[in-house]
């Protein structure tokens, strides 16, 4: 086949890592929209989203496809099984890929490096959550991860804060290919509106119960009409018991109206429009379980 034309850079970049280093923060922070849902509590991801960026950089005009993945754990639940296969899917699009991992973290051992070889994209090692560590923490780390893998590059972060970001931009636009772009310019990511909806209930979700309730949840939008003036959203939560439903619920429905004032502002930003929201609370025993229901809320590849 001919040479590529050098006249566009376009390619996808998955960002991998344990639960809770900051993936979801940074492909936010990268792409410049809330994309990704942030919490605290570990798996609050658990597909793959897609953010797009478009851009021009040294006069050329690039495409950035982020892929911002589950955290990598043992799978305990068929649920985890499907989340690993969107970290696995990502790492063998990935043209880059940005491992990320927080100070804190030990190199040797680590359980994301055997994923590794899935991959023959370059990979940068990021050094996330540099605002709770120092200098001699971060030399250590380096040394430590440069022993361990021998990273393309390895850069300091903290996407809590914005800070070193443009570094780490420029060590990732430097090293897409030049490609003709994937997208359409005006799409921001691969997932429907209704996702996005849906990902913001779960949130507030993630933010409100403690335990395990924000595990047993999964947040289904059953309505979605688009009129000229708002939009009608309705959302329906399942969780596994029926203790779960009246915790969801709280009493005389304190707790489900916070969470859906809470969603709906979020919603009202997110799509730039008045948003009508209503809730459901429903009991659908061992959902994670359950091959069927994985398949209907969109578990799969
Ligand atoms: P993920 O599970 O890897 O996607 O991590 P999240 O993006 O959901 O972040 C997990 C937690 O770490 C959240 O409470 C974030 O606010 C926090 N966090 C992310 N980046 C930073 C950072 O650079 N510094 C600090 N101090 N906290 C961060
Ligand atoms: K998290
Ligand atoms: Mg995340």
């Known amino acids: 086949s001919p ?12 960002i991998i890592g344990k639960p809770n280093v900051g993936k979801s923060t940074l492909m936010n922070v990268l792409v410049g929209e809330k994309m990704s849902i942030i919490t605290s ?9 897609m953010g797009i960026l478009n851009g021009k950089h040294e006069g050329i005009p690039f495409q950035l496809v982020y892929s911002d993945t589950p955290g990598v754990v043992k799978p305990a639940y068929k649920l985890h099984d499907s989340m690993m296969t969107f970290v696995k899917g990502s790492l063998e699009d990935a043209d880059v890929v940005l491992f990320v991992t927080e100070v804190g973290e030990k190199a040797a051992d680590h359980e994301v490096i055997p994923l590794l070889q899935r991959t023959n994209a370059p990979i940068i090692l990021v050094l996330n959550k540099i605002d709770l560590s120092n200098e001699e923490e971060l030399k250590r780390k380096t040394e430590e991860w440069e022993k361990e893998i021998q990273p393309a590059a390895i850069i300091p972060i903290s996407a809590l804060l914005n800070a070193n970001v443009q570094t780490l931009f420029d060590a990732i636009i430097t090293r ?9 310019e005006d799409e921001l990511t691969d997932k429907p509106e209704r996702f996005f909806a849906s990902e913001i209930v779960r949130e507030k979700i993630f933010l409100n119960y403690r335990q395990e309730i924000p595990y047993s949840s999964e947040v289904v939008i059953s309505e979605f009409k688009e009129r000229d003036d708002m939009i009608v959203i309705r959302a329906e939560i399942l969780v596994e018991r029926k203790s779960q439903k009246g915790i969801i619920i709280g009493e005389k429905g304190a707790m489900l109206k916070k969470i859906g004032s809470e969603a709906r502002k979020d919603m009202e930003d997110f799509f730039g429009k008045k948003v009508f929201l209503e809730q459901h609370v429903k009991v659908e025993p061992d959902w994670r379980s359950k091959e069927n229901k994985l398949r209907q809320f969109g578990y799969e590849e």
């Open 3 to 14: 040479a590529p034309l050098r006249d566009f850079r376009a390619g996808f970049v998955s």
């Open 41 to 49: 509590k570990a798996q609050t991801t658990r597909h793959r989203i």
């Open 176 to 184: 897409l290919p030049f490609h003709p772009p994937y997208f359409d």
